[in-house]
Structures are given as C-alpha cells and as structure tokens.
C-alpha cells in the first residue's frame, strides 16, 4: 500500500532484513534522533553544536499535533484547555496554532518553525503530545507533523481523537499513530514498510514528492506523511534535497499549501 519511494540514494541502502533488524531500527528512530551527515552518523560533538543549548533542568520540550484550521468550537477550546494545561507544568510547549506564523503567505515559514521545533525536542529528548481528528475535515498539516515526528524519533503521546465513533475519510494516519504507541513493532507490517521507507530516504541524495491537492484516500495521505518524512531527514541532513514531482490538481495562487512549501524549498536548495 504504501509503494511510494521517490528517492535517488546514490549508495546502496540499508534496509532492515530480518524481524530484529526491523525492531532494532524502530527502536532507534522511535526513541531518539540519530543525525547523520553525508550517509554516516553524525558524532556527539557534532550533534552537540547542531543542537540548541537549552537547560533541560528547567524546560520540557513538547510539539502538540492538532488539527489547526477547520475545527469546532469545542475542539478549539479543548485544545487551547490542554496547551494551557502543559504551560502551567512547566512545559516548554509549540503550539502551532499560536506558535507558528499563520499569517505566513506560502507556509514555508510556518513548516520551518514547526520543523525547527521538532527538531530541538527531538535532540533533548522531547515529544510530541497529539490531538488527533478522525472527523471533519481531514488535517493535512497534522499528517506532515505525524511524518517529522516519526523521522526524527520523538516520543508519541496520544491525548485523545476528536471524532473517534464518527470518523470520516482516510485514517492512515491515526492507524500508524495507534500502532506506534503500542510499540509492538514485530507485529506490524505498516510499521515495517515505514520505517523501511525512513531508511531509504536517510540514505538518500534527492527526494522527489508527488502531491495531488486532494486528500481523499491513503495514498493521498501517505504523500502528506512522506513529505514529513523527508523534511525530518533532511533536518538531520541538509545534503539531502527535494524536489517537487508530479502534480494532480491545480494550487490556488493566494493561498498557502505544501505545493508552495516543496517548491520554496527547492528554490532555496539551488541558491545555497
């Protein structure tokens, strides 16, 4: 089901062959962030630079995953009640509906904040708390935040799901987010084929994502998952680039998307 991998790696790649590779693997990447450079390990001192210094002592990293546009009232104000909840404890938190820069035009910017987040969490052992919607309108941007989340190895903590007796559409995402926490990895083939996925593109020179702009099944949901996937690992590995690929459907000019965000990124790439 997800026969997706548009990477180029250059090297051979290192896929998990046998039930304890597989586990071996899942461990490291649902634990914690192994940086790598150029295909190899990144070193403690290396990855002591690249992360932030921030007193651990004092801050709890957590990235809450919500829905942020098309929500209720009462979802708004469920999520806002458990943001403030984690503040009052002491908790370093982004939410990204406050935290972000909605007013950003393309979404670039909103990605890189979410991504950079993430990022710093994963290198001090931070997680991701999750509100997920299984109704409604299906939330793209929590299936690309489901995505950077598993490839930079953050803890999962499910909170909750909006919708759960009432879901409508695809629900890949929630069904990856299920298994993840019952971290029973040998028994689950979608996990398998994911991280197999994450290992390929962490092996990778060039990731090319193709996107139709509508999110009606799981394949088109898997393309919002993978795009996490490849920003987490080219977090770790800037060497890595993105390239946008086939495009269904048309991108609205004056509206932001993750079109928009893949082809910034790109450009971005070219110049540096």
């Known amino acids: 089901m997800l026969d997706y991998k548009k990477s180029d790696p250059s090297r051979s790649t290192r896929k998990p ?20 450079l150029g295909g190899h390990f990144v070193s ?8 932030r210094m921030w007193d651990m002592e004092k801050e709890n990293l957590v990235y ?13 104000e469920t999520i806002a009640g458990y943001a403030e909840s984690l503040k009052r404890n ?15 035009e393309t979404g670039y910017n909103i990605v890189m904040a979410e991504r950079e987040f993430m990022y710093q969490a994963a290198c001090h052992g931070g997680r991701v708390d999750i509100l997920w919607n299984a109704g409604g309108t299906p939330s793209e941007g929590s299936r690309v935040d489901l995505g950077m989340a598993i490839a930079l190895g953050l803890e999962f903590n ?13 629900q890949l995402g929630l069904q990856i987010i299920k298994e993840i926490s019952d971290r029973n990895i040998s028994r ?7 991280f197999t996925t994450l290992d390929d593109l962490t092996w990778s020179n060039k990731i090319t994502i193709d996107w139709d702009m509508e999110m009606l099944t799981s394949e088109q949901e898997w393309q919002r998952i993978y795009l996490g996937l490849a920003l987490g690992c080219i977090a770790q590995n800037p060497n890595i ?3 946008m690929g086939k495009l269904a459907g048309e991108d609205p000019i004056n509206k932001k998307s993750y079109v928009k965000v893949i082809k910034e990124i790109e450009k971005r790439q070219r110049v540096e």
């Open 90 to 104: 002491g908790v370093r938190l982004f939410n990204p509906v406050v935290d972000a820069p909605q007013q950003d």
């Open 241 to 243: 680039n993105i390239k």
């Open 44 to 51: 403690p001192k290396e990855r002591h630079l690249r992360c």
């Open 17 to 36: 062959q046998s039930e304890g590779d597989y586990i071996a693997f899942a461990k490291k990447n649902l634990g914690r962030v192994e940086l790598r």
């Open 158 to 170: 499910l909170v909750g799901v909006f919708n759960e007796d009432l879901p409508t559409g695809t």
């Open 188 to 194: 689950s083939p979608l996990l398998r084929e994911i």
């Open 64 to 76: 809450l995953i919500s829905p942020v546009r098309q929500v209720t009232t009462e979802q708004a």
